[in-house]
């Protein structure tokens, strides 16, 4: 008896690990499509970001909550979390609007960054998660950089 259970635990995690590797997500692409100030305070800064999100995979995926952070030129700028839940088309795209915070301090540092020196472009960076509801977070990291407005000679 004990020998069947045995073999039975086996077998089932076997069929486990087959069904897990067969089931290997990709992340899904997320890129910042527009940005908008919300609020200007004296120690906080309010931003709604809208992303737009991209599913490279055959099935669609269940997005419960995401969470993510925003760096410019590798210094922390804003955090953003939602848990507004939406379904990601297979091979599909959707835009998902979420709310972000910077404070004063993130402000200054860029402030400061872009007063030194002669910068003609920022780097920026997103990276964060989506939370499934399977025991499967999926990570995403995209970066770019901008650039900045030449003014006009005289």
């Known amino acids: ?11 089932a995690a076997v069929l486990l690990m087959i069904g897990c590797a067969a089931f290997k997500m990709q992340s899904p692409s997320v890129t910042v499509a527009s940005l908008q100030v919300i609020e200007v305070g004296l120690l906080e800064q309010r931003f709604l970001f809208r992303l737009r999100v991209q599913n490279p995979n055959d099935h669609d995926i269940f ?3 995401m969470s993510f952070d925003v760096t410019i030129n590798d210094e922390p700028f804003v955090k953003g979390v939602s848990d507004k839940p939406y379904t990601l088309a297979r ?3 959707t835009m998902v609007d979420v709310a972000a915070v910077s404070d ?3 402000i200054l540092r860029q402030i400061g960054a872009l007063r030194e020196g002669n910068k003609k ?3 920026y960076c997103i ?4 939370f499934t509801g399977l025991p499967v977070e999926l990570n995403f990291e995209n970066s770019g950089v901008l650039n900045l407005p030449v003014p006009a000679e005289k």
């Open 1 to 11: 008896m004990r020998r069947q259970i045995k073999n039975g635990i086996f077998r």
């Open 127 to 130: 990276r964060g998660r989506l």
């Open 91 to 93: 091979l599909g795209e």
């Open 104 to 106: 004063l301090s993130g």
């Open 121 to 123: 472009s920022v780097a």
């Open 63 to 65: 997005v419960k909550w």
